[in-house]
């Protein structure tokens, strides 16, 4: 689903048990970043970001959102 939120991608990833920093590493931002995006101060990541949110969720359960 492409309509998947910024902050339910990562709510979902940390649930797989990946931190805040594993996620920033992944998709090459700072942890504050991962933060805001994982409590909705930012909601309108870039889609590249967007991007590879998607598919670091596609890594950690299998499937793209």
């Known amino acids: 689903?492409?309509?998947?939120?910024?902050?339910t991608l990562v709510a979902n990833i940390?649930?797989?048990?990946?931190?805040n920093e594993a996620?920033?590493?992944?998709i090459g931002c700072s942890t504050a970043y991962?933060?805001?995006l994982n409590n909705g101060?930012?909601?309108?990541?870039?889609?590249i970001v967007m991007d590879k949110l998607r598919a670091?969720?596609?890594?950690v359960f299998g499937a793209r959102p």
């Not at 940390?14 to 931190?19: A, C, E, Q, T």
């Not at 996620?23 to 992944?26: P, T």
């Not at 670091?56 to 890594?59: D, I, K, N, T, V």
Request: hydrophobic share 25%; no cysteine.
């Open 1 to 7: 689903d492409k309509t998947m939120k910024p902050r």
């Open 14 to 19: 940390k649930k797989k048990g990946l931190s």
């Open 23 to 26: 996620i920033a590493k992944n």
């Open 34 to 36: 991962v933060a805001k």
């Open 41 to 47: 101060t930012r909601t309108t990541p870039s889609y």
């Open 56 to 59: 670091l969720y596609a890594e």
